[in-house]
């Protein structure tokens, strides 16, 4: 593995249904972000990790909840998927969590479907 | 509240060179990120301004002015691989990066 991988890489979910999205990294960073980009609209953050065992709220996090249970693995899960959830989902990482030139660097996404 | 602007489309020629502009509103402000997104792609890193000036790098270019809240990316020798969307960010005062909606740059031969 070299950098962030994703999966799925898409999914068609009924509504009210559980999905967790899976992101793993390999660069030892220790920062972890999720995404969600949707047409017309700017990179939102949804829930991000400084460090493995801390996680914080972004802009959007209602309906999402997030684990980083050690530094590699940031799982993304939708406790009861509704059809506004429908988006391309990026996990992204970097290696200090905002501290100066803190370039994030971006999983190939999930495309998420919710009927 | 924070808010990012820039174009939401341009259309530049190959071979010539093209200005996308960005202005920025945030409650502080910690860098500049420019970013490139293909269709269909994850964005990857371009350029990343904290000082004002021009930052360098082969046929792109990234300006910063901080008093204006005022950034441009300049791409010169334009391929058609350029064809892509060019994300602006600014990492505000929680070290949070703050998004533009993107500029969809389109090459024509």
């Known amino acids: 593995i070299a950098g962030i991988t994703q999966a799925p890489t898409s999914q068609i979910l009924a509504a009210g249904r559980r999905m967790t999205l899976r992101c793993t990294q390999d660069?030892?960073?220790?920062?972890m972000y999720w995404y969600r980009q949707d047409l017309g609209l700017g990179l939102r953050l949804i829930h991000y990790s400084n460090t493995a065992g801390t996680t914080g709220k972004g802009e959007v996090p209602d309906g999402y909840s997030v684990s980083r249970a050690n530094t590699d693995d940031f799982p993304l899960t939708l406790a009861s998927a509704v059809p506004s959830q429908t988006s391309v989902y990026f996990c992204?990482?970097?290696?200090?969590?905002?501290?100066?030139?803190?370039?994030?660097?971006f999983g190939p996404g999930t495309r998420l479907t919710v009927l | 509240g924070q808010n990012i602007d820039q174009p939401t489309e341009m259309t530049a020629t190959e071979g010539a060179i093209v200005q996308i502009n960005c202005t920025y509103q945030?409650?502080?402000?910690?860098?500049l990120f420019w970013y490139q997104q293909h269709a269909g792609e994850a964005p990857t890193f371009l350029s990343y301004n904290v000082l004002d000036g021009l930052e360098e790098k082969g046929r792109f270019s990234s300006f910063l002015s901080r008093s204006k809240g005022y950034s441009y990316l300049l791409l010169k020798e334009l391929q058609m691989k350029d064809s892509a969307s060019y994300l602006c960010?600014?990492?505000?005062?929680?070290?949070?990066?703050?998004w533009g909606a993107g500029t969809k740059l389109i090459i024509k031969p």
């Open positions: 992204a990482s970097s290696d200090s969590g905002g501290q100066g030139e803190d370039t994030q660097y």
């Open positions: 945030t409650s502080g402000f910690n860098g």
């Open positions: 660069m030892r960073h220790n920062a």
């Open positions: 960010a600014v990492m505000d005062s929680n070290y949070q990066l703050i």
